[in-house]
């Protein structure tokens, strides 16, 4: 597609469910990333792909949270048995190649509430 | 999460008054960015910075990388409204992949 495509934009979800966020990158990009902001905060690092690599997980702030790119297209992020403190908007993005911070384009985000 | 020491937190200005923002870290980096967000979006790429000292303008934007690697401003010359927003740099470790972003400044520009 044109852009970075992120489903769905809001998601309100109740404490102790699962949730899952999906993000198209843009087609021929390779690496794709995703990062967490939370309310007045800046942006986290939580999760790299690049190609058939094994991704870079070390922003995960928990092992409920991970991460999976299927044909190295749309990936995944799955928060299990989702906390209060992860209300937060998840943003994915993608670039061309790795290392390449001018090459970042970045979806909307999902915004998601835990209650 | 590392993140970056931004500065101001926020900005309430006159339109047509000048800004000024910076990061600091302690780590050097081989890049700085300058990105802006709008409300509802994700950040967009204003200007990157690839050399110590470099200076780049976009516009009314310029954005210089430190001499020590680890500092970069952002001057916004001649505010007009539509600069609302978030304004987040960006820095990118030598030998790594991702970016580490700052914590933010708000800009407000009242008419």
């Known amino acids: 597609g044109a852009g970075v495509s992120q489903s769905p934009s809001n998601k309100v979800t109740e404490k102790g469910k699962d949730v899952e966020l999906r993000c198209d990158p843009i087609?021929?990009?390779?690496?794709l990333y995703w990062y967490r902001q939370s309310l007045g905060q800046g942006l986290e690092f939580l999760i790299y792909f690049q190609g058939n690599s094994a991704p870079d997980k070390s922003g995960l702030p928990s092992d409920r949270f991970s991460a999976e790119r299927t044909g190295g297209s749309v990936s995944t992020l799955t928060i299990q048995r989702t906390q209060q403190e992860d209300s937060a908007v998840y943003l994915c993005?993608?670039?061309?190649?790795?290392?390449?911070?001018?090459?970042?384009?970045f979806g909307s985000g999902t915004r998601l509430t835990v209650v | 999460g590392q993140q970056l020491n931004q500065s101001p937190q926020s900005m309430f200005i006159q339109e047509g008054e000048d800004v000024s923002m910076n990061c600091t870290s302690s780590s050097i980096f081989n890049t700085w960015l300058w990105y802006k967000q709008d409300p509802g979006e994700g950040p967009v790429l204003l200007i990157a910075l690839y050399k110590a000292g470099e200076l780049t303008s976009n516009g009314r934007l310029t954005a210089q990388f430190g001499i020590t690697r680890k500092d970069s401003f952002l001057n916004i010359s001649a505010s007009i409204p539509s600069d609302v927003g978030i304004y987040f740099c960006a820095g990118q470790l030598r030998g790594t992949d991702k970016l580490i972003f700052g914590t933010g400044t708000r800009l407000q520009v009242f008419p």
């Open positions: 087609s021929g990009h390779t690496a």
């Open positions: 993005a993608s670039s061309p190649q790795s290392g390449d911070g001018n090459g970042y384009t």
